[in-house]
């Protein structure tokens, strides 16, 4: 059974760094793509990038000057950069295995963010 | 504001039919397969329905949805008092390239 578990801080200042890690279990992170998105408090569900194991990235448009994504198979995690944070990006955030048809067949138990001084 | 539609609420009886609307455009549900995902309180969100009408492992056949053109739809058959939850549709979107999501559905057992 495939498990992805997010880490990272739950508090983070405003204009800083939030930065997460997901670590996949069950199953090798090659191969496959993997996902975050986030759900802010109340809300829906909005997609933040993707990576393919090989290193390929892709962005959501409206964050992508923000946002770094990462993968290291060495050790069968990806991560999570996002930059100049301000209370909007206070969410939880979810990291979830793609599938090539665009389905998120595993998902993580997500983390809370909250972007407060 | 999502990108794909879903009416915010929908409700039913035990052992009722529901159904919950998805409404999207060409770049995503039209030209590509729907999911859906059911996310109880507290929880993640999971797979409920794959590539149009596909049920993944461990989810009863009470569950199932459709795709027309541009919409979708999921059907809940033999409603319980345990599908109360939200429901999210999903697809790809070509002009994004990446997935889009609904804004959600909250269903109430009544």
């Known amino acids: 059974q495939v498990q992805l578990q997010e880490s990272g801080p739950g508090l983070v200042k405003p204009s800083e760094t939030l930065s997460l890690t997901c670590t996949v279990s069950?199953?090798?992170?090659?191969?496959?793509?993997w996902s975050w998105i986030r759900q802010p408090p109340g809300k829906g569900l909005e997609w933040i990038a993707y990576?393919?194991?090989?290193?390929?990235?892709y962005y959501n448009p409206s964050l992508q000057s923000r946002v770094t994504i990462s993968v290291d198979t060495s050790k069968n995690y990806f991560s999570l950069k996002l930059s100049s944070v301000t209370a909007a990006d206070t969410a939880i955030y979810y990291c979830?295995?793609?599938?090539?048809?665009?389905?998120?067949?595993?998902w993580g138990q997500g983390t809370l963010v909250t972007v407060s001084s | 504001q999502s990108v794909l539609t879903q009416p915010p609420s929908a409700s039913g009886t035990p052992g009722q039919r529901v159904t919950i609307s998805c409404s999207g455009r060409?770049?995503?549900?039209?030209?590509?397969?729907v999911s859906w995902y059911q996310q109880l309180p507290g929880t993640a969100p999971k797979l409920l329905i794959y590539?149009?009408?596909q049920w993944p492992s461990g989810v009863p056949d009470r569950f199932s949805a459709s795709k027309s053109g541009t919409s979708a739809s999921l059907a809940i058959s033999g409603l319980q008092s345990e599908d109360e939850a939200d429901y999210y549709c999903?697809?790809?979107?070509?002009?994004?390239?990446?997935?889009?999501f609904g804004g959600g559905t909250k269903l109430t057992v009544l």
């Open positions: 979830a295995r793609v599938r090539s048809t665009g389905y998120l067949d595993y």
């Open positions: 069950g199953d090798s992170i090659s191969g496959y793509y």
């Open positions: 990576i393919y194991y090989s290193g390929t990235t």
């Open positions: 060409s770049s995503n549900i039209e030209h590509n397969p």
């Open positions: 590539d149009n009408n």
């Open positions: 999903s697809s790809w979107d070509d002009s994004l390239n990446g997935p889009v």
